[in-house]
């Protein structure tokens, strides 16, 4: 069985500070791993993705993430946080040839003047 | 390149009524998912098609829930009948194949069940 847990469901952060948003996950195989974020009354959108490339995943918008096989993390992080980045983040695993996506609760990222 | 599109976006029934959800993939794409989206949660797997054949509906609530994908296109989900608990944001996606291949979403149905 796969799962992912996320750290702390609010983060608040001031803005052109750094963003940290933290997702652990459980995996028997070697897992395909997501961020996607979620504007209020929108569907989710992708930011990025690990597919057993890179450990260090570029994604839109300045973000990125590390696959750390040995924390069992995949962290994603903003170097300046803006406005327009208040929105819902879900961290997602899939594993295999399955594209099932198991995700997270979410994390609320508020920023702050 | 159009995106994934649901109607309705918002809907309000009685508990035991029944409502029924449409999606309508980027076109092209092999494979349909539909989430359930509770409050607070992430979104759940509720049942996912291989062009029109089902790959996945282990989570599906079979008794009540059902889902169709007519011609490996546009599909419907329906709940008959409804219960409170069903009160959730229900999200189709669609990807070109499987596996790790990006989920396309589209913008949800809001299902309230009075």
């Known amino acids: 069985a796969q799962s992912v847990t996320q750290l702390g469901s609010h983060v608040s952060v001031s803005e052109g500070a750094l963003v940290l948003l933290r997702c652990n996950y459980s995996s028997s195989v070697p897992p395909y791993l997501f961020w996607y974020v979620q504007y209020p009354n929108q569907g989710l959108q992708l930011l990025l993705k690990?597919?057993?490339?890179?450990?260090l995943v570029k994604g839109i918008n300045d973000f990125e993430a590390e696959f750390k096989k040995s924390e069992t993390s995949f962290h994603l992080t903003k170097p300046s946080a803006h406005m327009s980045d208040a929105a819902e983040y879900f961290c997602?695993?899939?594993?295999?040839?399955?594209?099932?996506?198991?995700f997270g609760t979410g994390t609320r990222l508020q920023v702050t003047l | 390149e159009a995106g994934v599109a649901q109607s309705p976006r918002y809907k309000i029934i009685e508990k035991r009524q029944s409502v029924a959800f449409w999606c309508n993939p980027i076109s092209g794409h092999a494979t349909l998912y539909w989430y359930q989206q509770i409050l607070g949660q992430g979104p759940k797997l509720l049942i996912q098609?291989?062009?029109?054949?089902?790959?996945?509906d282990s989570q599906l609530p079979k008794d009540r829930f059902s889902a169709e994908r007519l011609k490996g296109v546009d599909s419907t989900l329906k709940i008959q009948p409804a219960k409170l608990e069903d009160s959730a944001v229900y999200l189709c996606a669609s990807s070109l194949g499987g596996g790790p291949d990006e989920q396309y979403f589209g913008p949800g149905t809001r299902l309230t069940v009075t």
């Open positions: 098609f291989q062009n029109n054949g089902v790959v996945d």
């Open positions: 997602a695993v899939s594993t295999g040839t399955a594209s099932k996506l198991t």
């Open positions: 690990y597919t057993s490339a890179a450990t």
